[in-house]
């Protein structure tokens, strides 16, 4: 799903000349990303929020990736400041803005707010996002996450735009962030959201006004989702039946040769199969309400707590949880985790 920031009545970031809108740059970005993506992979189906340059709620972008099942949300925008000064990409991920006390947190709280401020232009938004003023400060405590289960590939995919786009043609990184953005609080599956630049600045404007320039960053971002897929479909894949092994008639004939005696080497690592429901930066203590009586295994990695539940060295054991276990957390995916991998904090543990 690829998401045209704005659109419509709502022209999001505007140049200070008045001659640029962000709805129009985005929704030339998301096209081209979009074509590219369609080229070279036929077999993967792209869903843009808005192909045309249309009003289209935020809670509407979400549920339409929501009901195609969508595995992948990358939204796109345009950045803005009252100055001049600020320039170059970032890349954001649902989360909680922290500390307070420092001036970026009180910048990310601003670009939260213009972002999120187009829910003003929606019938009845009070109903729709529960009373949520994109004004209030304390607004923003509702919005805890809610994405635990995607927060790992969020973070993985918004890693690799960030890599991608370093190589310009707006080359300044501002980094990867944590925000509560409205658009990636509604969707069910790994979501980013990547500002490109600024529209307040004069060399970004002149970048962005080219059209070889736009197509440049469809380019890396295009170039992030190819590495992205590759690694997304190398994991495990949960789907996969496994497939009983029936012998054919030369198979069947002579038996083989007796193999050569091997050389004594070290007993490999056990490798565990496993559902993973959640990945979030807080350690949860296993008896946590959250994990509804499973004892989960606990992995760290990079300061990413993962939990992981119904695990077996059989993966038929293992995908036998998992069903079990998806009832009880739709989001959640299988994964494999080496009994020896000195990340594990907590003993593998299945409920009866």
């Known amino acids: 799903m690829l998401d045209a920031g704005h659109g419509g ?4 970031a505007v ?3 008045k001659r640029t809108y962000e709805k129009t740059l985005t929704l030339d970005i ?8 369609s080229e070279a992979y036929p077999d993967v189906q792209v869903i843009q929020s808005r192909p045309a340059d249309k009003f289209v709620a935020l809670a509407d972008r979400a549920q339409c990736a929501n009901k195609a099942g969508a595995d992948l949300f990358i939204s796109i925008h345009i950045n803005s400041s009252k100055s001049q000064s600020p320039h170059g990409y970032s890349v954001h991920v649902l989360g909680q803005s922290s500390n307070k006390d420092r001036d970026l947190f009180a910048y990310n709280m601003d670009v939260c707010r213009q972002e999120n401020s187009v829910i003003m232009l929606e019938n009845d938004y ?10 209030d400060p304390e607004s ?5 996450l809610m994405q635990n289960s995607h927060l790992e590939q969020s973070l993985e995919l918004a890693q690799i735009i960030s890599e ?6 707006i080359k300044s990184n501002k980094g990867i962030w944590q925000n509560p953005f409205l658009v990636l609080w509604k969707t069910a599956m790994p979501s980013v959201l990547v500002e490109i630049g600024f529209l307040s600045n004069p060399s970004d404007i002149e970048v962005l006004r080219q059209e070889s320039n736009r197509d440049l960053i469809a380019d890396r971002l295009f170039d992030a989702f190819s590495i992205y897929k590759g690694r997304y479909d190398a994991s495990v894949n949960i789907e996969r039946e496994e497939q009983p092994h029936t012998a054919t008639p ?7 040769p007796a193999p050569s005696p091997a050389p004594a080497t070290v007993p490999a690592a056990k490798v565990l199969y496993g559902t993973q429901i959640m990945a979030v930066k807080k350690l949860l203590s296993p008896s946590d309400k959250s994990f509804l009586g499973f004892a989960p295994r606990i992995v760290e990695v990079n300061g990413l707590y993962k939990y992981i539940i119904g695990c077996s060295a059989s993966e038929s054991e ?4 998992f069903k079990s276990i998806r009832s009880k957390y739709p989001d959640a995916f299988m994964v494999v985790v080496s009994e020896a991998d000195s990340s594990v904090l907590q003993p593998a543990a299945t409920k009866n």
């Open 9 to 12: 009545t709502d022209p999001g």
């Open 15 to 17: 140049s200070p000349d």
């Open 30 to 37: 998301t096209g081209r990303l979009a074509r590219k993506i």
């Open 126 to 135: 009070n109903t729709t996002y529960q009373g949520f003023d994109p004004a």
């Open 140 to 144: 923003f405590i509702f919005m805890q």
């Open 164 to 169: 991608q786009l370093n190589t310009g043609p």
């Open 250 to 256: 030369a198979q069947t004939q002579a038996p083989a």
């Open 318 to 321: 293992a995908r036998q949880n």
